[in-house]
């Protein structure tokens, strides 16, 4: 029978990381359940290529929303993945922190000694930063994060256009200053998709106290209030890996709280609909779901200098040639080199909308957009009140759960998303884009009412695919957390979630830093070290934010 001192379920951004340090000492046994296969091979390993790995069911758990009802009954898409290194290997290798007042706000609500204070040394600690900022900036840590080359003119004409329609410029997002236009960062090492596993899992596998075991984690096997294992299905055959010590859940914001419902631990309402006996009423499991909608807001090129020209087979073939080779060139890259952060309003403390700049138009599922060349910003608010949930299906553990995200049902949600498309065209227009500006290709001249733009929301709003907060944490006494501030599940012992689930609230930006930074600072919480000391780092906040959103 497999058996371990700790048993962590999932294999992703925190899964890795937690397997790696609790396993670093070489005292305790770790068993990682994974059920998807490697990430060897180009679709995955290829920067260039990521709109592959998270369509492929290969690699993907194919999740999609029930119809949102605000969204005209769509379906949208939730890929989650379902390989060594979960969704970091089919991610868009963006890094983004977050900002310092999202993890002050955490603490706020209850989730004590997760403060900006408290989480930015364990940022340090995970990250080797190639262009960062000194003193703010990990130099040492398994997650390499660079800039891109940004040789494509576009880039640097849209930092410019965003310097020109008043708004600052940031060398780092990622250090003291989030607020402006600057370069996006990567998780891109020599050439390669730096992923969770290849940055803590595969070197962390080489030790004898590290096994990886194959197969879909069914429930948490719970005795006496204490959690002794995992049931898992391993290739047809169903067999407990015990945990001598403890569980730790790192299986997404979909599947772990799946998890704690199919082992008892949830809404008692909705466990005894399905047939499942009570072990905790925890009302909270499934509830507070996130996510950042975003718009692609295209415009045409009267350059031939965009990707568009790439497309082909031919310059493909040569692209993947290059990048086998030499793993440079465009290949090497995730094309994601410029971004801002920036404020709504006055009024607004810290910036709540994110820029990615592409220098294409394109799809994220890789279709073009038009047959032309084109560039391209996607553009989001990063706070929207909306909340959704995520329940199950059935009792079967191999059904796909109910995901609900309830998008855009806050009226405040439409009028951000009409300034967010108004904004990026203010920033298009600038003189920056003069010499490459042709037509816009969407939403297109002809939308500019709000009834107008709110359709074009409505149709082609798409998920950023940053899905969190499914098992929040906060005090042990409030009936609506689902984990206390050690990452502890309230009501049974030995067990405990460590991922995106556990946010209280979403993030400024994309999910996989923070996701990595709570699987670091659970690992220490686990093996009751003391946590790392706080940072007296001040974060910069606009000293117009009062008066002025630039």
């Given at each position: 029978m497999a058996e371990a001192d700790y048993v962590i379920v999932g294999s992703g951004s925190a899964g890795s990381a937690l397997a790696a340090r609790l396993s670093e000492d070489g005292r305790h046994s770790v068993i990682v359940i994974e059920f998807g296969g490697s990430d060897a091979g180009p679709l995955i390993q290829m920067p260039a290529a990521l709109s592959f790995p998270m369509n492929m069911s290969l690699y993907d758990w194919g999740y999609t929303s029930e119809p949102e009802p605000h969204l005209g009954g769509r379906r949208l898409a939730t890929p989650r993945g379902k390989v060594i290194g979960g969704s970091s290997s089919i991610n868009g290798m963006v890094y983004v922190r977050g900002h310092a007042r999202d993890f002050d706000h955490w603490a706020e609500s209850g989730a004590a000694g997760w403060s900006f204070a408290d989480v930015l040394p364990y940022f340090k600690r995970l990250e080797t930063a190639h262009d960062g900022e000194a003193g703010w900036r990990g130099t040492d840590g398994p997650m390499h994060?660079?800039?891109?080359?940004?040789?494509?003119?576009?880039?640097?004409?849209?930092?410019?256009?965003?310097?020109?329609?008043?708004?600052?410029?940031?060398?780092?997002?990622?250090?003291?200053?989030?607020?402006?236009?600057?370069?996006?960062?990567?998780?891109?090492?020599?050439?390669?998709?730096?992923?969770?596993?290849?940055?803590?899992?595969?070197?962390?596998?080489?030790?004898?106290n590290l096994t990886l075991f194959r197969?879909?984690?069914?429930?948490?096997?719970?005795?006496?209030?204490?959690?002794?294992?995992?049931?898992?299905?391993?290739?047809?055959?169903?067999?407990?890996?015990?945990?001598?010590?403890?569980?730790?859940?790192?299986?997404?914001?979909?599947?772990?709280?799946?998890?704690?419902?199919?082992?008892?631990?949830?809404?008692?309402?909705?466990?005894?609909?399905?047939?499942?006996?009570?072990?905790?009423?925890?009302?909270?499991?499934?509830?507070?779901?996130?996510?950042?909608?975003?718009?692609?807001?295209?415009?045409?090129?009267?350059?031939?200098?965009?990707?568009?020209?790439?497309?082909?087979?031919?310059?493909?073939?040569?692209?993947?040639?290059?990048?086998?080779?030499?793993?440079?060139?465009?290949?090497?890259?995730?094309?994601?080199?410029?971004?801002?952060?920036?404020?709504?309003?006055?009024?607004?403390?810290?910036?709540?909308?994110?820029?990615?700049?592409?220098?294409?138009?394109?799809?994220?599922?890789?279709?073009?957009?038009?047959?032309?060349?084109?560039?391209?910003?996607h553009v989001g608010p990063m706070r929207s009140p909306s909340r959704g949930s995520v329940s199950l299906r059935s009792p079967d553990p191999a059904d796909k759960p109910v995901i609900r995200f309830n998008y855009m049902a806050h009226p405040d949600d439409w009028r951000d998303f009409r300034h967010c498309i108004r904004l990026t065209r203010e920033?298009?227009?600038?003189?920056?884009?003069?010499?490459?500006?042709?037509?816009?290709?969407?939403?297109?001249?002809?939308?500019?009412?709000?009834?107008?733009?709110?359709d074009f929301i409505r149709d082609h709003a798409e998920s950023a695919y940053h899905p969190c907060g499914t098992c929040r944490m906060g005090h042990a006494n409030d009936p609506h957390a689902v984990v206390d501030p050690q990452c502890r599940v309230i009501g049974v012992e030995a067990l405990r979630v460590a991922d995106s689930s556990i946010f209280p609230r979403i993030t400024n930006g994309n999910l996989n830093a923070p996701s990595i930074m709570v699987g670091e600072k659970a690992s220490d919480h686990i093996l009751g070290r003391q946590p790392l000391a706080p940072s007296n780092r001040e974060p910069w906040i606009n000293p117009r934010w009062r008066d002025s959103d630039r």
């Open positions: 994060v660079r800039h891109g080359t940004r040789l494509n003119p576009l880039y640097a004409a849209f930092t410019e256009a965003g310097r020109q329609a008043g708004f600052e410029l940031t060398p780092d997002y990622n250090g003291a200053k989030q607020e402006g236009f600057g370069a996006m960062e990567q998780t891109i090492h020599q050439g390669r998709r730096w992923s969770a596993a290849n940055a803590y899992l595969k070197p962390a596998l080489k030790r004898p197969g879909l984690a069914r429930r948490v096997v719970i005795e006496n209030q204490r959690a002794t294992g995992v049931e898992v299905d391993a290739r047809g055959t169903i067999q407990v890996v015990r945990a001598r010590r403890e569980v730790v859940l790192a299986a997404s914001a979909v599947n772990s709280p799946k998890l704690l419902m199919l082992s008892g631990i949830g809404p008692a309402a909705h466990l005894n609909a399905h047939g499942i006996g009570v072990v905790a009423d925890r009302p909270g499991v499934g509830q507070n779901l996130q996510d950042h909608l975003e718009l692609y807001i295209q415009q045409e090129s009267t350059q031939p200098i965009t990707l568009y020209s790439k497309l082909n087979l031919f310059s493909k073939a040569l692209i993947g040639a290059q990048w086998l080779l030499f793993k440079s060139g465009l290949g090497a890259s995730n094309h994601f080199e410029a971004a801002a952060f920036v404020r709504s309003a006055p009024g607004v403390e810290y910036p709540d909308i994110q820029f990615h700049f592409l220098p294409v138009a394109i799809r994220y599922d890789g279709k073009a957009a038009a047959r032309a060349h084109g560039f391209q910003a920033i298009f227009a600038q003189p920056a884009f003069d010499a490459f500006r042709g037509r816009e290709i969407a939403p297109g001249d002809a939308v500019q009412s709000d009834a107008a733009l709110d």
